[in-house]
């Protein structure tokens, strides 16, 4: 058997970003980048543009740039945080959490589609994803990161 699964979910998991940007660009005029960042704000508690920065792996001029967007399009509200500071508080607005209710079941209703089309089982698949992101995260904060 060859050794190539980095390799393959490397690419699975372009091809399913590039797909998922061109499906929401089309059908939402939102791109996956800014779903993603609705996404973590909303599910992963990323409260502050710093947070946010850090989920994304990107800078903080750069969130304050896509959050400033996102606010403008009424999915994301951005507070000054209360503790002073040049930090800003964020969270979704009712738009936003509709936007990203709707998108993530309609993703897994599609994502369960092509597992199911590649002969996969749907339950193993999700169910070994959950294990390896578990160990992932298990394995990173015994590292101290």
Same mark, same amino acid.
């Given at each position: /058997?060859?050794?190539?699964?980095?390799?393959?979910?490397?690419?699975?998991?372009?091809?399913?970003?590039?797909?998922?940007?061109?499906?929401?660009?089309?059908?939402?005029?939102?791109?996956?980048?800014?779903?993603?960042?609705?996404?973590?704000?909303?599910?992963?508690?990323?409260?502050?543009?710093?947070?946010?920065?850090?989920?994304?792996?990107?800078?903080?001029?750069?969130?304050?740039?896509?959050?400033?967007?996102?606010?403008?399009?009424?999915?994301?509200?951005?507070?000054?945080?209360?503790?002073?500071?040049?930090?800003?508080?964020?969270?979704?607005?009712?738009?936003?959490?509709?936007?990203?209710?709707?998108?993530?079941?309609?993703?897994?209703?599609?994502?369960?589609?092509?597992?199911?089309?590649?002969?996969?089982?749907?339950?193993?698949?999700?169910?070994?994803?959950?294990?390896?992101?578990?160990?992932?995260?298990? /394995?990173?904060?015994?590292?101290?990161?």
């Amino acid at each position: /058997m060859e050794r190539d699964l980095s390799l393959n979910l490397h690419v699975l998991t372009a091809r399913l970003d590039r797909a998922a940007d061109r499906l929401l660009r089309a059908e939402r005029d939102v791109s996956y980048s800014r779903f993603l960042a609705l996404t973590l704000v909303g599910e992963l508690g990323a409260t502050t543009q710093r947070v946010l920065a850090d989920y994304l792996g990107v800078t903080e001029p750069s969130v304050s740039r896509m959050t400033g967007v996102l606010a403008a399009d009424g999915l994301l509200d951005v507070r000054p945080d209360p503790g002073g500071g040049n930090r800003r508080q964020l969270s979704l607005t009712d738009e936003g959490k509709q936007l990203v209710a709707s998108v993530r079941q309609d993703f897994e209703d599609r994502l369960a589609a092509l597992v199911a089309a590649s002969g996969v089982p749907y339950a193993e698949y999700a169910e070994y994803t959950a294990r390896l992101l578990e160990t992932f995260d298990r /394995m990173e904060r015994e590292a101290g990161r």
